[in-house]
């Protein structure tokens, strides 16, 4: 939308609360063009989050505050947390649940640093792209957000010091989560389900729920065999009925080893019918005398935290639109449009609807649009004001940097 006369309320609300994280005026301006940007532009580039507002600067002091001037991303990440424990409906709890998952932002540059050639299994290609790792929180109330990500480095330079793979990225995630002293159990699909971090998350005393491959080989009944061939062996009549959200599926649970891992886990065979012969599902978790109920919440809320956000994160709020060569500019958009994506969650489902918002929010799409709304409707006003006080259409359209 051309044209932004004001900030939007909610913009207006986090720079009260972010304000003191920057050193000057223009630097706090700087931080709430972005923030509104990425709510309403319809692309999310610095030069497009330029071009929306009526008076600003040229967009290379955009572009400078976001790659050069010196500002701390980490701190604003904190107290992006910090903020969210004042709600009860995004307060961390011993029964909240914390999914990691990797996701890739493709770009089009091939000098963005740190990019490297990914293969996409969606789309069944290579692309050229970022590969970061988020650790996202569902709370109990269903709301959700990121807590922090790394980035995979593809091409790796020994001077940089060891190289990371998944794995390593995955434990210092859990580590920095336990550090921090966030509660509640980890869960993530089978790309994660192996002995490196299931060993690790059982050393923090922390709970998980994985996604296990149908190939993995695994200690039953004194025999080792692959979980498929475990599943075959279960009986229709051995399989019992479970139902979750008014899905009702079938399953059978027992104890398990797996090589390598030093623990024992319980393994969850789903099948959508009873006398299905394959499984739908298989999983594990270290926490062997939880209900089957309480597996099952558990792991779908893996794909509340991370499909979810890494959706509305890309299509809503330009997650993958940064196009900035400079890492550290990478970064603070990254961790930015985590601070938009709590903003706008923040204000989902209330009791009631906010003023600028009209109605009550359901969806971060929803919220967006409210944004916009809101946006256009102060350009308006602004307009009428000023042919009430008679300027010329002419002037208005200049004011407004409109053709």
């Not at 011993?94 to 990691?100: D, K, N, T």
């Not at 020994?158 to 794995?167: E, S």
């Not at 980890?186 to 192996?194: E, G, V």
């Not at 002995?195 to 994985?210: C, P, T």
Request: glycine content about 6%; charged content about 25%.
């Amino acid at each position: 939308m051309p044209a932004i006369v004001e900030f939007p309320t909610i913009v207006q609300e986090a720079l009260s609360q972010y304000a003191d994280l920057f050193a000057n005026e223009p630097e706090r301006r700087h931080f709430a063009e972005y923030l509104t940007g990425l709510l309403v532009a319809q692309r999310k580039t610095v030069r497009s989050i330029n071009r929306e507002f009526a008076v600003t600067t040229d967009q290379s002091c955009l572009n400078r505050w976001i790659t050069e001037v010196d500002w701390d991303v980490e701190r604003l990440n904190e107290r992006r947390l910090a903020t969210l424990q004042k709600e009860p409906s995004t307060r961390y709890s011993a029964q909240g649940v914390i999914p990691i998952d990797n996701t890739l932002i493709d770009h089009e540059g091939k000098l963005i640093e740190d990019v490297g050639w990914f293969w996409d299994h969606a789309d069944q290609r290579h692309l050229i792209a970022h590969d970061y790792l988020i650790a996202n929180y569902v709370c109990t109330s269903g709301k959700h957000y990121p807590l922090r990500r790394f980035r995979k480095q593809e091409q790796w330079d020994p001077q940089d010091g060891p190289f990371k793979n998944h794995t390593i990225l995955f434990n210092e995630l859990v580590d920095w989560v336990c550090q921090k002293q966030i509660p509640g159990d980890f869960t993530f699909d089978c790309y994660f389900t192996h002995a490196d971090i299931l060993n690790h998350i059982h050393s923090k005393q922390r709970g998980y729920v994985g996604d296990l491959k149908f190939n993995r080989q695994v200690r039953f009944k004194g025999r080792e065999l692959k979980a498929s061939e475990v599943a075959a062996l279960i009986p229709p009549e051995d399989r019992k009925g479970v139902e979750i959200d008014g899905e009702r599926q079938w399953y059978f649970t027992k104890t398990i080893r797996i090589p390598e891992v030093t623990h024992p886990m319980r393994l969850v065979i789903l099948w959508k019918h009873k006398r299905d012969k394959e499984p739908r599902k298989m999983l594990v978790t270290n926490r062997t005398f939880w209900e089957i109920t309480r597996i099952l919440r558990v792991y779908r809320r893996r794909w509340t935290g991370t499909e979810t956000f890494h959706r509305d994160g890309k299509q809503h709020l330009g997650m993958g639109d940064c196009q900035l060569r400079d890492g550290t500019g990478q970064t603070r958009h990254l961790y930015l449009v985590f601070l938009a994506y709590s903003l706008l969650v923040a204000h989902l489902h209330q009791g009631r609807a906010r003023e600028w918002a009209l109605t009550t929010l359901t969806t971060v799409g929803e919220a967006c649009r409210a944004v916009l709304r809101e946006t256009l409707g102060k350009m308006i006003t602004w307009v009428l004001q000023r042919a009430s006080d008679g300027w010329s259409h002419e002037q208005i359209k200049a004011q407004l940097a409109l053709p």
